[in-house]
């Protein structure tokens, strides 16, 4: 998998983008914890690793995602 920056943690907007959902949706994930955050002073940041952690562990070993509906 392609390093997504060579920084060590993005904003939540900078996650959206990377995920290419909306600045709305990655708050609501980020609030509901679907999206890995830390807070560091007032800022909420989103571990790079976190991250793609998060996105090696939506694979399954075929490289397929696992909650697709195997019906579409």
């Known amino acids: 998998m392609k390093a997504i920056t060579n920084r ?3 904003t939540i907007v900078e996650a959206g983008e990377a995920l290419g959902i909306g600045r709305s949706a990655a708050y609501e994930a980020a609030r509901s914890g679907e ?3 830390i ?3 007032h800022r909420l940041l989103v571990p ?3 991250l793609e952690s998060l ?3 939506c694979l399954s070993p075929r490289g397929a995602l696992h909650d697709q ?3 579409n």
């Open 39 to 41: 807070r560091i002073g």
């Open 35 to 37: 999206l890995p955050t």
């Open 55 to 57: 996105l090696r562990s």
């Open 8 to 10: 060590q943690t993005l």
């Open 48 to 50: 790079v690793l976190a």
């Open 69 to 71: 509906d195997p019906q």
